[in-house]
């Protein structure tokens, strides 16, 4: 598919480092199921992994988006997390993440399909200025997600992404009569006896309630180890393992155009899709082949990443499934995953 080297490869998928702009160009049309990336924010202050100001923001992401719409399948899903940003020196909110969602739509030729709202309870208090110091605002701890459809009805099975019943729910499903007569309720809805059928789980919003709380993954204990400098701007694994659950079938492809510690890579990988990589920054990308090396000895990951370090492209990780089968998060709903 690819006509580049990639730095690593797995039986399932590649990592490529490079400007997305340029690996993209190297896809065909309607070649990928879902596109799942968490792009540089528009920020006020520059990170360290790159961004650009907000003014410039819907400009600079544009033929991103131009590339992306290009190579999804008619029934393929591009997920877009944002997060929020203050304009400069003032306690008012940038715009930037929904002039991002009409530009998609109105330039782009998206389809909005759904927004969904990504609530990160561990988030500590930001920002630092209007929340700590003057205490004018609540801490911003929501990400916009925007999921687009390149049609009007992009591939979807809400049911391999149910979340756990409720206690209350529950009880229902086992004595329906207890808890109330079938009626028809004032807003018009039909609650009918079956009601209180099991369909194995309840339909999740679209707030998603994932605590970014990583603090002792093989990743980042790796990294700590070897003296290797972690992504600071990570989503946790449940995120994109929601819309990979929801959006694509075993063996479809998944790419993430900034693919960072490829978070989305490795989850991926882990539900049995093909994914594909693609990453700016070499030692980010070298260092996220710790996230495949569960259960390797500290001399085997050491060997590995000399090869990648000295230049070695192509490099193939072997003998990991089994070991990425162990990890439940992956396995599990987001509601199961999150506590929800």
């Known amino acids: 598919m690819m006509r580049s080297n990639p730095l690593y490869h797995t039986t399932r998928g590649q990592a490529y480092v490079g400007d997305s702009l340029e690996l993209l160009a ?46 999804l399948k008619e029934t393929g899903s591009f997920v877009l997390d944002l997060g929020g940003a203050y304009r400069s020196g003032i306690p008012s909110r940038s715009l930037y993440n929904f002039r991002v969602l009409l530009a998609f739509c109105d330039e782009l030729g998206f389809h909005l399909a759904e927004d969904f709202y990504w609530f990160n309870p561990a988030k500590l208090p930001s920002p630092i200025e209007w929340v700590n110091k003057r205490k004018i605002r609540a801490k911003d701890s929501v990400n ?65 309630s994932i605590p970014n709380t990583d603090s002792n993954s093989n990743y980042l204990r790796l990294c700590k180890e070897l003296g290797w400098q972690r992504h600071p701007a990570r989503f946790p694994a449940e995120l994109p393992a929601f819309f990979i659950k929801m959006l694509t079938d075993e063996q479809d492809v998944v790419l993430d155009i900034f693919g960072g510690s490829n978070t989305t890579g490795f989850t991926a990988e882990s539900l049995n899709r093909k994914w594909l990589t693609f990453e700016i920054d070499r030692e980010y990308l070298a260092a996220s082949v710790f996230r495949f090396l569960e259960g390797y000895d500290l001399e085997e990951i050491q060997g590995i990443l000399g090869k990648i370090q000295d230049g070695q492209s192509n490099y193939f990780l072997g003998n990991i499934h089994g070991m990425l089968g162990k990890n439940p998060l992956l396995q599990d709903s987001v509601g199961e995953s999150n506590g929800g």
């Open 26 to 71: 190297e896809l065909p049309d309607n070649s990928i199921d879902l596109v799942m990336t968490s792009p540089p924010f528009a920020l006020r202050r520059k990170k360290t992994y790159g961004n650009v100001e907000e003014t410039e923001y819907v400009e600079w992401i544009k033929p991103f988006g131009r590339e992306v719409f290009r190579v």
């Open 144 to 208: 916009t997600v925007w999921w687009f459809g390149k049609t009007e009805l992009p591939k979807a099975d809400v049911r391999k992404v149910l979340a756990p019943y409720s206690d209350r729910m529950k009880k229902l499903i086992e004595d329906p009569k207890s808890f109330y007569k079938p009626k028809k309720r004032p807003s018009g809805h039909d609650i009918s006896a079956g009601f209180g059928k099991d369909n194995g789980g309840a339909i999740p919003s679209n707030l998603l």
